[in-house]
């Protein structure tokens, strides 16, 4: 007799279903495709819902608008008044205020004033800080020398620059000859220790300050003091009184054709990457024939360029 499978059994367990179970699922699948039905003609039956009034919601709103066109009335002449003293420079999107030219002393200046003069309050800045610094103005140059001031500005006020004269002051002729000259410290010669007497001045950073002007050949302009690490424009501004560069053009020149690449690097304008770049330059061209010749190397745009050129020679 033939071995029935027990898979067979298995399977007519899970798939032979009764009179009453056929029944139930075919209920189930009318209700399941009663309900597609339903839902698929369902856009076509779009649900109105009852209008809105919006009636009082549009009175609040003309309300809103009336009181605020009444404000507006009622601040036009504030509103006025501010515009004439504040302008709105479109150009530049800054703000612009009305200059008021007066006689005044630059010393101690209250901030009104010079921003009644037309000053920012960034300009002020500065100017407040070289005071707070122990710098003062003995001179109209004085004035023109602080960088914060453009030469526009001070051409424009300097009619009205009233600095009191120390030789009109009341006081004993017999003790003129006492008076004591303003210190002036020569920064392209001063040594670490004569650099100290300045103000704000100390034995390290007097050291710095020597370092960096050997390792430049020497200072060209004053305003080079701000390339010293630590250096702030408020501190040169309140040297500015008692320092100065009598011999500008004494200084020592690099050999662009001679100097090794140890010389070169060190220098604080040209570095390691450019040192190299002259040195390659230098071999594929049989040396340089004018310093004006190194702009060809792509590193020296013509702002490094006018940096440089003083330190740099042929021969």
Known sequence: MKKRSPFRDTWKDYFSFSKRERRGILAILLIIFLQIIFLLYL???????PPQ??????KEVDSFYVALDRSNIASEKTNNEIDAEIKLDTSSGKIKRPTELFAFNPNN???????????????????KNYEAKGGKFYSKENVRKMYCITETQFARIEPFIAI?????????????????????????IADSVELTKLRGIGPGFGRRISIYRDKLGGFKRM???MEVWGFSDSLYQSLLPNICLRDSDNIRKLSLNNSDFK???DHPYIGYQLAGLICNYRKQHAGFKSVEEIKKIPLVNEQLYSKLAPYLKTE
Request: no cysteine; net charge positive.
């Open 53 to 58: 009034d919006f009636t009082a919601f549009k």
């Open 263 to 265: 010389g070169l690097k």
């Open 164 to 188: 009191p004269d120390k030789a009109g002051d009341h006081r004993d002729t017999t003790f003129k000859k006492h008076e004591f000259k303003p210190l002036m410290v020569d920064i392209g």
């Open 109 to 127: 200046l209250p901030v009104e004033d010079w921003r009644r003069l037309g000053f920012s309050d960034k300009q002020i800045k500065v100017i």
């Open 43 to 49: 856009k076509y039956f779009p649900v109105k819902d």
């Open 223 to 225: 305003e080079q003091l």
